[in-house]
């Protein structure tokens, strides 16, 4: 089975422009979690879609938003990109939203720096 | 409030030897799953192992094991026989009562294995 994959992998932005990620999950995952890493904050949870619907939501601004497509395949959009905005963005899938056991599958990330 | 915390920044190794990686949580659910999630320079993140908090027998794969103690919540993890290849951050991490796909994670621990 193919592992959960990210496009891209880097993205070069300046400050006010906006980015669209993509994630596509493995094969039969129905949820899609996105975090952002940095050096400073850590793992940070952004938001989760599972079945075409946000179930949860991170503490981040407005700027910040998702969907999932009908194949579960995920996007998140930041607009207004700020210069903390620069960060590892993880997208990671999972068979069963509902279940505390809920392993999820890392991608290998899109790394955005903004300038 | 659910948090994860994983007090050292740092450690090295000699290979072949053994290291441990200390993390505390703290949560009001008795049960629940645990995580140690491995990132290597690559970025990519890989869980490493994972515990059931009612199972009171430690969870094992190859030479990663981990010392479970509920009544402490303390969740370390062993590297017997380090290898190179095991020099990553490594993250300890569960995920969010009632909040699906929601992982906690901890700062994270960077290790160092030295030829």
């Known amino acids: 089975k193919a592992g959960v994959t990210q496009t891209p992998r880097y993205l070069i932005k300046t400050r006010g422009q906006q980015v669209t990620l993509s994630c596509s999950p493995i094969?039969?995952?129905?949820?899609v979690s996105w975090y952002q890493q940095t050096p400073g904050q850590g793992l940070q949870f952004l938001f989760e879609?599972?079945?075409?619907?946000?179930?949860n939501k991170g503490n981040f601004p407005g700027r910040f938003s998702g969907r999932q497509f009908s194949n579960s395949r995920s996007e998140m959009n930041v607009s207004t990109l700020e210069l903390g905005d620069s960060a590892l963005y993880l997208c990671?899938?999972?068979?069963?939203?509902?279940?505390?056991?809920?392993?999820?599958?890392f991608g290998p990330g899109t790394r955005l720096t903004v300038l | 409030a659910q948090t994860v915390t994983q007090s050292q920044p740092e450690m090295s190794v000699q290979e072949a030897e053994t290291v441990t990686l200390s993390c505390t949580y703290d949560?009001?659910?008795?049960?629940?799953?645990l995580f140690w999630y491995k990132q290597p320079p690559s970025r990519q993140m890989i869980l490493v192992i994972r515990?059931?908090?009612?199972?009171?027998q430690n969870a094992t794969e190859n030479r990663f094991s981990v010392n479970f103690q509920k009544a402490a919540k303390s969740f370390s993890l062993k590297i017997s026989d380090s290898q190179l290849g095991d020099t990553a951050m490594y993250f300890c991490?569960?995920?969010?009562?009632?909040?699906?796909?929601?992982?906690?994670f901890g700062q994270g621990t960077e290790l160092s294995v030295k030829p």
């Open positions: 990671a899938s999972s068979l069963d939203v509902s279940s505390s056991y809920n392993e999820q599958f």
């Open positions: 094969s039969g995952h129905r949820s």
């Open positions: 879609y599972f079945s075409e619907t946000q179930r």
């Open positions: 949560t009001s659910e008795s049960n629940y799953y």
């Open positions: 515990q059931e908090a009612y199972k009171q």
């Open positions: 991490a569960f995920p969010s009562y009632n909040q699906g796909g929601k992982l906690i």
